[in-house]
């Protein structure tokens, strides 16, 4: 086989959970994966399809009903200076599948891309597999174990030579969210160097801003964190990929989307025709009525993961040598512990001799090294203090 | 975007049925699927694990439990030198999947692939992605629109400079299905070149041998074409693609497996991560269902395909100027017709005037060009012969 498939790296993830592998008595925070189960009429949106028998292949860019309602959708949040159409809409198996599709589109071997890291490592290893150089540019962790974007060293990395910037904003595993100004000068950067920017804002609706906007309201219904789609035109060199996954509770399903512009779509098409075909129908129905139930449902979740999260943060403050910021996206706390250098030792001994499952920073690369990240999306935040007795007794031995 | 990308061919499949969209009159055979609904045991079996809350992640290599089936049904159908155990078995987010996965393992930019053509077109059009260099090898239509291989002219084309055969038997669109002794050339000289196959056979238990075992017989359950598995040892270098879809209705759920050396499966299980992540547990259930079903709805499965093969073959060769085969395998009747040379612009032309809906040989490569694809697949005879009809009036004109 390839010597470079070889030599990618598996999960650090998977390396930990193994670890605890048949023990029920693990609470587990590892996976980047809520424990509520999919509500229940999303649920009954497919199982209504499959009893219908809904058991044939969709168009290769999805149903024309999901991709207008990902249109309107996208449209309703984010105000674009030209609203998006269906046109620019296809309905992917996944998110990292729309993230594989576009790397596809764009990236030949020996091309330059360049990374924000740390991250997810799927962003790297997607470039990597079609033969391209990487190139990483560290977020930079300051007072308080804040993560914050160099932009200048961004900038600096990002020449005529790069053919895609990668940027996962709401960010995992830091939490670091973009700013709208350093959203403003990245593209207007990228259109001077003739790169292209592929976006992961599967993150977006997981937001947390310090005021939030009244529940209930209409501005609660669109919250959402800033996203390339609000300043850029339809033919900036921009692929933006969704996931159905984290927002609607769907990870399960395997559905995600990517908006790109027009001309690129009867592309998108046949890459889908050569890597899934399609998304099953039935999981497509489950999609429409997710966002069908958005404007309630989205606002409820992030209200759960607000309070999840400022239970989590601060009980993890009040224990002695931790460092740990309360971030204003996603669903992760992002945390490091004063004389442990070595994530992934210390993330197998915490499940092996406390019982506590979390993911080693240096899964998300060397950049990660020394920090733990808690994936705080649960039904029960006293299943999340729960978490932090059994970090204190470690830290206490 | 990739110039490559932009110069891959676009469907002429789609093309023609785009130029019946929104007509109901149309007899459409023109897609690789089935018009029967999936059977309702395999469709309760995922509408039972959706309302059982089953929606989170699955492993990325799949549930245990189907590897463990999946390995069982391969072992009981193929009698392979040693039996082939779970842990060789990954299950994937569709046959397409599984083999993109396969040429994202072997392929690196540059490399050379030789495909046995005319094929589905996704076959060449994955290694294409990856930057090879692609060396289709033709199989030869021969008397009464038989088509076979010229072994001596593939195994000249196979040298140690070939990194990966890519083989379709029973071959979609011609229905050739590789005779055993053909299997053990191939292998031998794959041996010696230090080549691997990446055999795509989902279409296995869609064959028709001459003299059928007895209905109802052990034989007839595990009745399938001739596979490489039958003859390779756990370590060959070999890739044998399965799916779901075809023989048992699935086209719709996007479930498909793969087989390969088991030190090669660390890898593909990083690649399933990069690529899609999982299959989805429910439809995971669907498959485990299928798998258990499959004693009795295969066979019953083949004696319908049969009757509808030989149903559209007798009335196909009664007409004049039409030149067909009754093919071993798979599900298509590929003909010509004299003095019809462009197969795209018939096509066209029968759905436009005639209601009549099928697929383009040239959408197979050129070697296809001045054929057509028909897919029987039907739960009626009846509608077989309709759409003979009509090419009868059209070949009136």
Not at 263 to 287: D, W, Y
Request: proline share 8%; aromatic share 6%; hydrophobic share 50%.
């Amino acid at each position: 086989m390839r010597a470079l498939i070889a030599d990618l790296p598996a999960s650090r993830i998977r390396e930990v959970a193994d670890a605890g592998l048949g023990r029920s008595d693990v609470l587990a925070f590892w996976f980047g994966e809520s424990d509520e189960i999919t509500p229940v009429p999303v649920r009954d949106a497919a199982v209504t399809s499959i009893e219908a028998g809904e058991t044939f292949y969709s168009p290769n860019l999805g149903l024309p009903e999901l991709r207008a309602a990902l249109a309107a959708q996208v449209s309703r949040l984010h105000a674009p200076p030209v609203p998006i159409g269906p046109e620019r809409v296809a309905v992917t198996s996944s998110g990292v599948s729309a993230l594989m599709l576009a790397q596809q589109a764009l990236v030949e071997a020996g091309d330059e891309v360049v990374v924000v890291v740390p991250v997810w490592p799927n962003l790297a290893a997607q470039p990597a597999i079609l033969g391209a150089r990487v190139r990483r540019v560290s977020l930079q962790p300051g007072a308080g174990g804040v993560w914050s974007l160099d932009l200048d060293a961004l900038l600096a990395a990002v020449t005529p030579a790069t053919r895609v910037l990668i940027v996962n904003a709401p960010n995992n595993p830091t939490g670091w969210t973009m700013s709208r100004a350093e959203q403003q000068a990245l593209l207007a950067h990228c259109r001077r160097t003739g790169t292209w920017i592929v976006a992961d804002e599967v993150y977006e609706r997981l937001h947390y801003p310090q005021d939030p906007p009244p529940a209930g309201s209409g501005e609660a219904a669109r919250l959402c964190a800033p996203s390339f789609l609000d300043i850029a035109a339809p033919d900036d060199r921009l692929i933006v990929i969704h996931s159905f996954s984290k927002s609607f509770l769907m990870t399960g399903w395997r559905l995600g989307s990517l908006i790109a512009p027009e001309a690129l779509m009867p592309h998108i098409a046949k890459l889908i025709e050569f890597n899934t075909s399609c998304a099953p129908v039935f999981v497509q129905r489950a999609g429409l009525a997710a966002l069908a139930a958005a404007p309630e449902a989205v606002p409820a979740l992030q209200s759960r993961l607000r309070l999840c999260r400022d239970t989590l943060v601060d009980a993890l403050q009040a224990l002695p040598r931790v460092e740990v910021a309360r971030p204003d996206g996603a669903m992760y706390a992002f945390l490091r512990i004063e004389g442990e250098p070595d994530s992934l030792a210390l993330a197998r001994r915490l499940v092996a001799e406390h019982g506590l499952g979390l993911a080693p920073g240096s899964a998300f690369g060397p950049e990660g090294e020394g920090w733990l990240r808690w994936c705080f999306a649960s039904r029960q935040p006293q299943r999340l203090l729960a978490g932090v007795d059994r970090l204190a007794q470690a830290l206490a031995l």
